[in-house]
């Protein structure tokens, strides 16, 4: 291109204006680089100022700095942990690693139902039925123009009214929702289980290789290869194979309905589906909207293409639209995620124990406000970067490539 | 289905009755039932929705409860009729005996007047700037004397009013001024950010705007909103402590002037590099330049999405109520405290919800309004 272009007109056989900066005003890039030195000079003063503050308050209240507290013993009580925790024993550092998990646990839970409800009401609100797009457009309107934290504090009110353990309602054989969350049935987990998983995952990795040689084989030859038979047999006929030759386990543990509390089984506490509940409907919404307009994006050309080929709406949904959509989609859809991400922290409002309210409760212990908000928000920015980091990739896979 | 249609084209003879070509059975057929599908979702949803509207409206008009008796012994409400009612219908009694304090919250209650002049005032701002009609200069002005107008009606100890300290405000009142303000300090910081963001020749400019946006941007508002109350204190020279509310306020400016100015810098990308060229052939200086030619276009060109920011920072403002703040959501939360009313707060968070959706809704309302006018004049 230009750059290895030897055309003398593009080099210029002009003389280029002169590097050197003049000592004078009307020179712009003197006055840019005085400007630049006042500007960065004076926020530098501001901070400065706010950091010697800060000092010197710190030193008054005799608040020492530093993070040496997550090494000593935490003593709160978390309801819930995905690792191993007891508050008499592990330290602060731990207890903000159990936070940090279930942010993360609420974050990847949250992120998958937004995009499965979201997309579902997107493209229910096209639908040519009149019923259906407009109770989709009646959900969207009622459920973004609330705020979260409402959503959530309503949600946690209404899952605390239901009736308490002794009259749990069973709403299928085995699953229990009483005011104090919903009891599931536990698989029994034995070896055989993890080997079918492996196998499964193996198995993902194969269909995931047919499908690219497939790919390769349509591109060199025009004719696709079948990837379906593959994936039956690594998905399906390995996984199911390799449990029922280990014996084919199948426990489970069935909660029992006692008087005051169930025994056996697994509990997914009110807070936690509170959480959920209100922010996949309230994010749901906002996605529903983006893949609405997505869809709405692609020329209506593309449509009647498909339609020229005798597509069925489904598959031209699926082959033609939704793929050229998604381009449009992605970036909106990116910072949906990262909401999803941040006001996962709002978790703090009803108690479920989140890095935020963790975090809170031991800067309210210890006095360490500066560490633990730091710690707050490097672990958010990273977060945040992750999703962006990963979201920016996909795009850049996906965008149209121009020659 | 198809078959009908072609034999009504085909055979001009046996004319469909009018009955099955407009008026609502055609209507019927041809948005709710013209296909299999189609139909067997009609009808799935229409039962459900009958459902559960039935049960809705039994619940919340028909089995509610509206008004409790005087407790004669206690002088206090007595709610045995909402207790009896409880899972079956409504209580609004809680939201007769608590709606002022919902909306006013500890704000004193002989004075209550004033805070439903300024909410009268706020939507009255709100409609003004609203108007096209109203976008000149003199709206600036509109707004200085309103907020001042406001103020002045909240705090009091002048024109006879009685001095009302800042930490008696509460309820809708503060959530509004939270907003407001916040917008109205966080608009013109947006827009500097966004130019520094887009300068060419201030690199150092350029990367503290990026470190400020892209910050801001990764964390959560209520680590912003902890920093404001836990530890701006520190960073105050002793002896200057200012209130939490406006604390909080700076937190807000601070995190909405972020979103805003990237909305701003989608504007002044899209403007086209032609007006910038344009107002560098005249010779104008960098701020006559964007104030003149650049600023105006693309702001206009993004006033729909600055509504839609608008919006999510209406309904951010509720996030004060984990630092402590007494706004709309805080009184409703410590109203359904009240040991009388405990196990009514479904009833008092749909009020807040409805008062929340009317603000919002109109916004957006208004917004899909000038997006489809703004897209009118381009086409034309």
Redesign the interface.
């Known amino acids: 291109m230009s750059s290895t272009s030897t055309d003398p007109r593009v080099t210029g056989t002009r003389k280029a204006p002169g590097k050197g900066v003049t000592l004078s005003w009307s020179d712009p890039r003197l006055r840019a680089i005085v400007w630049q030195v006042v500007i960065v000079g004076l926020i530098g003063a501001g901070i400065w100022y706010l950091v010697s503050n800060t000092a010197a308050n710190l030193e008054q209240r005799r608040i020492a700095t530093g993070f040496d507290f997550l090494g000593t013993v935490a003593g709160i009580p978390i309801g819930e942990h995905l690792v191993p925790y007891d508050p008499s024993v592990n330290t602060y550092g731990r207890a903000v690693l159990v936070g940090i998990l279930n942010t993360l646990m609420v974050t990847v839970v949250g992120v998958v139902l937004v995009t499965l409800l979201g997309t579902a009401i997107g493209i229910a609100s096209l639908s040519d039925n009149w019923l259906l797009s407009r109770l989709c457009a009646v959900f969207v309107e009622v459920m973004r123009d609330v705020p979260l934290l409402l959503h959530l504090l309503f949600w946690y009110a209404l899952l605390l009214t239901l009736p308490p353990v002794r009259e749990a309602m069973m709403v299928l054989p085995g699953l229990f929702l009483s005011n104090s969350g919903l009891k599931v049935p536990l698989l029994v987990w034995e070896p055989a289980h993890s080997f079918a998983m492996l196998a499964l995952m193996a198995g993902a990795i194969a269909t995931w290789l047919a499908g690219r040689r497939a790919t390769r084989i349509q591109h060199a030859t025009g004719v696709r290869p079948k990837v379906w038979p593959v994936a039956v047999v690594a998905l399906v006929v390995v996984p199911v194979g390799v449990w029922a030759l280990l014996g084919a386990p199948f426990t489970l543990e069935m909660p029992v309905k006692g008087r005051f509390r169930f025994a056996g089984g697994g509990l997914i506490s009110p807070e936690f589906m509170a959480l959920m509940i209100g922010l996949v409907l309230y994010h749901a919404a906002f996605a529903a909207e983006i893949v609405r307009s997505g869809i709405l994006a692609v020329p209506s050309g593309q449509w009647e293409a498909g339609g020229a080929l005798g597509l069925k709406r489904g598959t031209m949904l699926r082959q033609i639209v939704l793929p050229q959509a998604l381009r449009v989609i992605i970036p909106p859809m990116t910072s949906t995620y990262l909401g999803v991400a941040k006001n996962s922290s709002l978790a703090v409002a009803i108690g479920y124990p989140d890095l935020v309210s963790i975090v809170g409760t031991t800067l309210n212990q210890t006095g360490q406000a500066i560490e633990g908000i730091a710690l707050i928000m490097a672990v958010y920015l990273t977060i945040s970067l992750s999703i962006s980091l990963f979201m920016n990739w996909y795009n850049a896979r996906l965008a149209l490539v121009e020659r | 289905m198809s078959t009908a249609t072609t034999t009504h084209i085909s055979v001009p003879g046996r004319e469909q009755p009018p009955m099955l070509v407009a008026g609502p059975v055609a209507w019927a057929r041809a ?2 039932f ?1 296909s299999i599908g ?1 139909s067997l ?2 009808l799935a ?2 039962y459900f ?1 009958l459902k559960y509207a039935a049960s809705f409206i039994d619940w919340a008009f028909i089995k509610s409860v509206w008004t409790v008796p005087m407790d004669p012994a206690t002088g206090k409400l007595d709610p045995t009729a909402c207790r009896a009612a409880k ?1 079956t219908g409504a209580c609004w009694a809680v939201i007769w005996d608590k709606y002022r304090f919902i909306l006013f919250g500890r704000y004193p209650f002989e004075e209550q007047w004033r805070a439903a002049i300024v909410v009268v005032l706020f939507i009255g701002l709100f409609v003004t700037s609203a108007m096209r009609r109203f976008w000149r200069r003199e709206l600036a002005l509109i707004w200085v004397a309103t907020l001042t107008a406001i103020f002045v009606l909240m705090w009091g100890g002048v024109f006879g009013l009685r001095y009302v300290p800042q930490d008696e405000w509460g309820g809708l009142p503060i959530t509004l001024i939270l907003s407001t303000f916040g917008l109205a300090c966080a608009f013109p910081i947006a827009v500097l950010v966004a130019l520094g963001r887009r300068s060419t ?5 350029k990367l ?1 705007c990026v470190i400020y946006i892209e ?1 801001i ?7 912003l909103l ?2 404001a109350s ?2 701006f ?6 002896g200057l402590n200012p209130d939490k509310l406006l604390r909080a306020q700076v937190a807000i400016i601070l995190f909405a002037a972020v979103y805003l100015a990237e909305v701003i810098r989608g504007g002044l990308q899209a403007l086209p590099k032609g007006q910038y060229e344009a107002a560098d052939a005249l010779g104008l200086s960098y701020w006559k330049k964007m104030g003149l030619i650049i600023l105006p276009q693309a702001l206009r060109l993004v006033i729909p999405p600055l509504v839609n920011t608008f ?1 999510g920072f209406f ?2 403002t ?2 004060v ?2 630092i402590g703040i007494f706004d709309l ?1 805080t009184s409703g ?1 410590v109203a ?1 405290a009240d040991p009388i009313w405990q ?1 009514f ?2 009833e008092v ?2 009020m ?2 409805l008062i ?2 009317c603000f ?2 109109s916004m ?1 309302r208004y917004s899909r309004g000038l997006e489809r006018e703004f897209s009118k004049s381009v086409r034309r």
Do not use: H, Q, W
């Open positions: 948005n709710l013209n189609s979702v009609t949803l229409a929705l899972g020749n201030l690199p150092a400019v503290l910050v941007r990764g964390v959560p508002l209520i680590s902890f920093m836990v530890m204190p520190l960073f105050m020279p002793e919006i309904k951010d509720s996030l109520l984990i959501l939360k359904v196990a707060s479904t968070y749909i807040l919800g929340y959706f919002c809704f957006s």
